[in-house]
């Protein structure tokens, strides 16, 4: 597609239940990230995969966070036993190679927790 | 991670020059200047990037330091729609440093635009 495209585009859940945020990164773009921004807060990393290097997952909270990225393309974030400030705005970006150009942000996943 | 300083917000009007600061004082010799914004229930977006020198690309221009110390992003005439919170951003590209790979945003500086 022509953009980051991210489903779904809002999620309401119940306290404790798993949730799955999927992230459709720009065709041919190797550099994938996962930030998220709670109300009125800056961005926050979360992880970032790179070709087939390993994933650098320095900014996940806490180990009930967890994420994939399968054949280089798709990625799918995973909350396990969702807490209420797991509540966010949860943004995938990609780049084509994660170095010389720019990020392309896709319009986020909202996820309520409640 | 070398960081940046910016103002927490600017106002211009509309059709006017923006000029936005950005201070990067221990900036290192492999990191790019990156600038994003990010406009209101919208994800960030890419405006421009450089090194040492100047950039120019349809959306703005990046004036860079002699000493890269600091850098300004200009929107040479502002529109309604550009206001948003805009991001200076340093950016490793030498494969090596711990910030490489990856984007961290600070506050960022709110423009508001008045009709």
């Known amino acids: 597609g022509a953009g980051v495209s991210q489903s779904p585009s809002n999620k309401v859940t119940e306290k404790g239940k798993d949730v799955e945020l999927r992230c459709d990164p720009i065709s041919g773009h190797t550099a994938l990230y996962w930030y998220r921004q709670s109300l009125g807060q800056g961005l926050e990393f979360l992880i970032y995969?790179?070709?087939?290097?390993?994933?650098?997952k320095s900014g996940l909270p806490s180990d009930r966070f967890s994420a994939e990225r399968t054949g280089g393309s798709v990625s799918t974030l995973t909350i396990q036993r969702t807490q209420q400030e797991d509540s966010a705005v949860y943004l995938c970006?990609?780049?084509?190679?994660?170095?010389?150009?720019?990020?392309?942000f896709g319009s986020g996943t909202r996820l309520t927790v409640v | 991670d070398a960081k940046t300083t910016q103002p927490n917000s600017m106002e211009s009007n509309e059709e006017e020059p923006v000029h936005l600061p950005c201070n990067h004082s221990?900036?290192?010799?492999?990191?790019?200047i990156h600038w994003y914004r990010q406009l209101p229930s919208q994800g960030p977006e890419y405006v421009i990037h450089g090194l040492t020198s100047n950039v120019n690309n349809r959306m703005a221009s990046l004036a860079i330091a002699e000493d890269r110390k600091s850098s300004t992003l200009i929107l040479h005439r502002a529109t309604l729609r550009d206001a948003a919170v805009y991001y200076c951003?340093?950016?490793?590209?030498?494969?090596?440093?711990?910030?490489?790979?990856?984007?961290?945003f600070g506050q960022g500086t709110i423009l508001t635009v008045h009709p």
């Open positions: 221990t900036i290192s010799g492999t990191d790019y």
């Open positions: 970006a990609s780049s084509l190679d994660g170095n010389r150009y720019g990020y392309t």
């Open positions: 995969f790179q070709g087939n290097s390993a994933p650098d």
């Open positions: 951003i340093l950016r490793d590209h030498s494969g090596g440093g711990t910030s490489y790979g990856k984007l961290t």
